[in-house]
């Protein structure tokens, strides 16, 4: 049972480059999130897709997007990547009653030059 | 949202009990408390989650007062492999609009 899958585990960007943060979950779960760790921080919500079909912005959306683009994956997407955009990301997913335990990922370290 | 605050740092020796307070003053009527656990380069994991009273299981158990403006997450007989950080969430169990703060640090010595 694999979980929440996110690749890659590591990237390097130059500023102004794009990517994808790509998530998958096999446990079923409508509700998936997207996070961004900072050193010696915690976490902040990006975006999350609370069912298939929606996406809602959470507390740092911008310079993001997402696609949810089944029930099992949730994609995200820097369009022009900025250096204050350099942090390890989060994918993770629980299901669709708010108070259930969420899983995470492994995480995607970002460094964007 | 309510908002958490939690110790920044704590030390404890190996077979102590480990006592973390966190404190929600703005708690909502249907919000939980949930606590996870986060080692280096990991993603957080679920400890135990409870709405009030005391809430046991096998890793931790959780004491939260009949206000429910406290809680506190007890780590029975620590050992080093428990060094982690530690998070107090308030409202959606994972994640669901759910803000984590920058949790305890805890370090268990030998």
């Known amino acids: 049972n694999a979980g929440v899958t996110q690749t890659p585990k590591f990237q390097v960007l130059k500023t102004g480059q794009s990517m994808t943060l790509q998530c998958a979950q096999d446990m079923n779960h409508n509700s998936m999130y997207w996070y961004r760790q900072d050193p010696g921080m915690g976490l902040r919500l990006i975006y999350y897709s609370a069912s298939e079909g929606t996406t809602d912005k959470g507390e740092v959306p911008n310079g993001y997007n997402v696609s949810r683009l089944n029930k099992r994956e949730f994609s995200l997407r820097l369009e022009s990547a900025a250096p204050s955009q350099t942090s390890v990301y989060f994918c993770?997913?629980?299901?669709?009653?708010?108070?259930?335990?969420?899983?995470f990922g492994q995480g995607t370290r970002l460094t964007v030059v | 949202l309510a908002k958490t605050t939690q110790p920044i740092s704590m030390d404890s020796y190996e077979g102590q009990e480990v006592n973390i307070t966190c404190s929600h003053n703005n708690i909502a009527t249907n919000d939980y408390i949930t606590w996870y656990q986060q080692f280096p380069s990991q993603g957080p994991r679920f400890i135990i989650q409870?709405?009030?009273t005391k809430v046991t299981n096998e890793v931790a158990s959780l004491f939260i007062p009949a206000d429910r403006k406290s809680s506190t997450l007890s780590l029975p007989r620590v050992s080093l492999s428990d060094t982690a950080v530690y998070y107090c969430?308030?409202?959606?169990?994972?994640?669901?609009?759910?803000?984590f703060g920058a949790g305890t640090r805890l370090f268990v010595k030998a």
């Open positions: 969430l308030v409202g959606g169990g994972g994640g669901f609009k759910t803000i």
């Open positions: 993770a997913s629980n299901e669709d009653r708010v108070n259930t335990e969420a899983f």
């Open positions: 409870g709405y009030k």
